[in-house]
């Protein structure tokens, strides 16, 4: 079993900054790439940010320059710095690792989500 645990979500003024982490934590042999997606109301679920196994980084061109996708291997875990926020940046953000457990067994998980609220 695996499991991903973010904090870091909070509300914050236009041009703020904001950081999210993201720890994994159960059977894990390895970690093949962890990333950030988000979510507001109405919208489908898109990718922020990702960040593969050799360091390896992809953003979404609206974070561009803002944001930042960082990893700490020996922890498990994976941070989102999120400076110049803007309203748009308004949404559930989502942790994700593919992941290899002990049994060479390929997982997909989500963390719980993480509500980002950039308002005046």
């Known amino acids: 079993q695996v499991q991903l645990v973010e904090s870091g979500g909070g509300l914050m003024q236009p041009g703020g900054s904001l950081s999210l982490s993201c720890a994994a934590s159960?059977?894990?042999?390895?970690?093949?790439?962890m990333g950030w997606y988000r979510q507001a109301p109405g919208n489908q679920r898109e990718l922020v940010a990702t960040?593969?196994?050799?360091?390896?980084?992809n953003y979404a061109d609206s974070v561009k320059g803002r944001f930042t996708i960082s990893r700490d291997n020996a922890k498990n875990t994976v941070y989102l710095q999120m400076n110049g926020l803007k309203p748009e940046d308004t949404a559930v953000y989502y942790c994700?690792?593919?992941?290899?457990?002990?049994?060479?067994?390929?997982?997909?998980?989500w963390g719980q989500g993480t509500l980002v609220t950039v308002s005046s």
């Open positions: 994700n690792a593919v992941i290899s457990n002990w049994s060479m067994r390929r997982l997909e998980v």
């Open positions: 159960g059977s894990i042999f390895s970690i093949k790439a």
């Open positions: 960040i593969t196994s050799d360091g390896t980084t």
